[in-house]
């Protein structure tokens, strides 16, 4: 599902990623792991197409992505990835339904479509009674579930979370690691998840800790 050879990734002349060589198949939940500046996010951004290494070759879906740019990039990412962030990035003008259906509306798919998959996605989630409440309006693991509901709605291939459950309460965090896992058995997607949570990394399928970035084996 996905396969990144040789990745490096500089910033201002300072080394971030320095090699990431990694293989995860269809269905896996991943976890990454290791120090702040080690090197997680930006290999989460550069695995979701947000951003482009120096040097290497990413696959996804058997899809060569690093030949792909501008529109072409951009429906791809749309099409195959979902992200979850720590901090939701819902848009709180919008309701929770509004937020769900906008990949599905960016993509150009009909309406009617967007709008009976969007609520099967909040009822799966236990929203069906808060659609119509704005972020300021839901509890963080209600946003964050709007958030889940949003990476889903264009049935991606690949869900991408950068610290899915670090503003999170004990609680919902272990809510939403569980969702996790049952979204994997119902829609058989790839996982990959930067946490520093150390339950959820424990039962992911594997870990990959990155040290002064690359992944140690």
């Known amino acids: 599902m996905i396969e990144a050879v040789d990745i490096f990734k500089s910033y201002n002349g300072l080394p971030v990623l320095k090699g990431i060589n990694l293989k995860i198949e269809k269905g896996e939940i991943i976890s990454i792991v290791g120090a ?3 090197g997680k996010t930006t290999l989460l951004q550069i695995l979701g197409t947000l ?16 030949k ?3 529109n072409k990039l951009a429906k791809f990412r749309n099409q195959h990835i979902g992200f979850i962030f720590q901090f939701h990035q819902l848009l709180p003008e919008f309701n929770a339904w509004e937020n769900v259906c906008l990949p599905a509306w960016i993509g150009g798919k009909k309406n009617e479509d967007v709008k009976i998959k ?7 989630l236990g929203l069906e009674n808060r659609i119509n409440h704005k972020p300021a309006a839901l509890s963080g693991g209600e946003q964050q579930r709007v958030a889940v509901a949003r990476a889903l709605i264009n049935n991606p291939s690949v869900i991408l979370a950068d610290e899915p459950s670090g503003n999170l309460d004990s609680k919902a965090a272990n809510e939403l690691h569980e969702l996790f896992f ?4 119902q829609f058989n997607q790839t996982f990959v998840i930067v946490t520093h949570n150390q339950a959820l990394a424990a039962r992911s399928d594997r870990q990959l800790i990155i040290k002064d970035g690359i992944i140690e084996q």
């Open 36 to 38: 702040s500046g080690a």
């Open 51 to 66: 951003d482009q290494a120096d040097k290497g070759i990413l696959k996804i879906a058997n899809e060569d992505v690093t």
């Open 68 to 70: 792909l740019s501008g």
């Open 182 to 185: 049952k979204l994997r058995l």
């Open 118 to 124: 969007s609520l099967e996605l909040l009822n799966l």
